[in-house]
């Protein structure tokens, strides 16, 4: 079992920044792939970004490519999501995730979750 915990959501005005941080339970963290997703009301979750489990390898919906940076400290069981050049678009809740599946973009692909971590960026 791993459990996740977000925080460094808030409010931010359009073209400002937020680093969110999810740390994990457990001591196999750096067998995880840890990706981000996020999800407006109305909307299905989608995926933002994702890490390999030493962090060498990074994966960004086009979405957030050159703004979105995803990084990982495994000695502190920590996956950081750096978020720049907000836009009133990026408002979501923001999850963390892991999965035993290599670079996995799909949420189905993820078997556990944080409670997720709200951004709103006002315009």
């Known amino acids: 079992q791993v459990q996740l915990v977000e925080s460094g959501g808030g409010l931010v005005q359009a073209g400002g920044s937020l680093r969110l941080s999810c740390t994990a339970s457990?001591?196999?963290?750096?067998?995880?792939?840890m990706g981000w997703f996020r999800q407006s009301p109305g909307k299905e979750r989608e995926f933002v970004a994702v890490i390999s489990g030493s962090g060498s390898i990074t994966r960004y919906a086009d979405s957030v490519k050159g703004r979105f940076t995803i990084s990982r400290d495994n000695a502190k069981n920590t996956v950081y999501l750096e978020m720049n050049s907000l836009k009133p678009e990026d408002t979501a809740t923001y999850y963390c995730?892991?999965?035993?599946?290599?670079?996995?973009?799909?949420?189905?692909?993820?078997?556990?979750w944080g409670q997720g971590t709200q951004v709103t960026v006002s315009s």
């Open positions: 457990g001591r196999t963290f750096s067998t995880y792939t």
């Open positions: 995730a892991a999965a035993n599946i290599v670079l996995a973009v799909s949420a189905a692909r993820y078997a556990y």
